[in-house]
């Protein structure tokens, strides 16, 4: 299911946005509402992390990227929201536009999303990793990592999610309205999705490998840092008990932990909605699928309350660069 298969049933034709249903009206303000969010914090998420001592490491290049890829994905999520409102409420559209959207923007939508997830994900390994070779950890190999994973994890998203716009096409149907002397005939057209047994089976674990495989990637990272720093702190300073340590260390990064079971509870809506493969009416329960579709995408304008409001070094970053941009301005 699909943001198509929800509001097809809501929207009506010929009328203009402010007499459609209440539905329709609390989405379109919710998506405004998240687009502005997401794009204030992105451009905030951007002037962090463009600064170049924050990506002497590959951690910082990783969310610098996902800072246009956060926007990216609100963005498209906008997009998809107003093509299907538009196309559902003007029939003159031509078919060709009405093809392409179909086929290209919930695809680029769900790349661009499990791009942001897993950028996220390759943030906590490196964090992970960093941890466990300690002084010998090599910032100029992690940049250089991060640069040729930036470039290849695309092509390996792109490449098992090919399949989306193959199996996306429009039906378009014909309804003859009978009056007295005329039957005047309106054409309408949904965006559909038909995929064959196999390649639904294939989506499926595809899904749950970009919504799920992150989340591990995430909580398994945090886990780490959290025992290996009480590990090597338990071996020089003998006072403190090794479950002393991991109690510090939890105070210290439990955010580490709790933003990434958010992100996957905030993410569960989507996973079971698309995982409803029946025919189901969604105007039946309109509101709980319109939310759960909408609540799945609020892990993409919570990049900066997730990754720079809990961090000091972060935070300070942000601040300085407000700061000398500002005096920029004035100058």
């Given at each position: 299911?699909t943001l198509?298969d ?10 203009a946005?402010?007499?459609q249903p ?5 989405g ?6 998240m ?5 204030i ?7 962090t ?11 910082g290049t990783?969310?610098l990227?996902?800072s ?15 093509f ?9 559209i ?11 923007i919930e695809?680029l ?7 942001d ?5 390759c943030?906590?390994i ?9 002084v ?6 992690s940049?250089?990592?991060?640069q040729?994973?930036i470039?290849?994890?695309?092509l ?24 007295t ?12 999705t ?5 390649v639904?089976?294939?989506n499926?674990?595809?899904?749950f490998?970009?919504l799920?495989?992150?989340f ?6 945090a886990?780490f840092?959290?025992?290996?720093n009480?590990?090597r ?13 991991i109690r510090?260390?939890?105070?210290e ?5 709790i ?7 905030l ?7 698309s ?5 189901l009416n969604?105007s039946h ?9 909408f609540i799945s995408?609020?892990?993409s304008i ?13 935070r300070?970053t ?13 100058r």
């Open positions: 299911m198509d929800i509001l097809r049933y809501q929207i009506n034709s010929k009328m946005l402010n007499k209440v539905s329709v009206k609390i379109a303000a919710f998506t405004m509402i687009f502005v969010a997401g794009l914090n992105s451009i905030s998420s951007v002037i992390f463009r600064n170049k001592k924050l990506r002497i490491v590959g951690c990783y969310l990227a996902s246009i890829t956060s926007l990216l994905t609100i963005s498209m999520f906008t997009i998809q929201f107003w299907i409102v538009i196309i559902q409420m003007n029939k003159s031509n078919l060709s536009v009405l093809k392409g959207g179909c086929k290209s695809f939508l769900k790349f661009f999303f499990f791009f997830t897993w950028l996220n994900a943030v906590a490196e964090r992970a990793i960093s941890v466990f070779k300690g010998t950890f090599d910032k100029e190999k940049k250089r990592i991060a040729w994973i470039l290849i994890l695309p390996g998203i792109i490449s098992t999610i090919i399949h989306e716009p193959l199996y996306r096409k429009v039906f378009v149907y014909q309804i003859k309205n009978r009056g002397d005329v039957i005047p005939i309106e054409n309408y057209a949904w965006c559909v038909d995929y064959s047994h196999s639904e089976k294939y499926t674990a595809i899904l490998i970009y799920v495989g992150p591990i990637a995430n909580l398994f990272s886990l840092i959290i025992f290996g009480a590990y702190r338990s071996l020089t300073q003998t006072q403190q008990t090794f479950l002393q340590h510090i260390q939890w105070k990064h439990k955010q580490l932990v933003s990434p079971i958010i992100l996957l509870i993410s569960t809506p989507r996973l079971i909605i995982l409803v493969s029946e025919c969604a329960n309109s509101w709980l699928y319109l939310s759960a579709y995408f609020i892990p919570l990049m900066f309350a997730v990754f720079v409001a809990p961090s000091k070094v972060y300070k942000f601040k300085e660069s407000v700061r000398a941009w500002r005096q920029r301005i004035r």
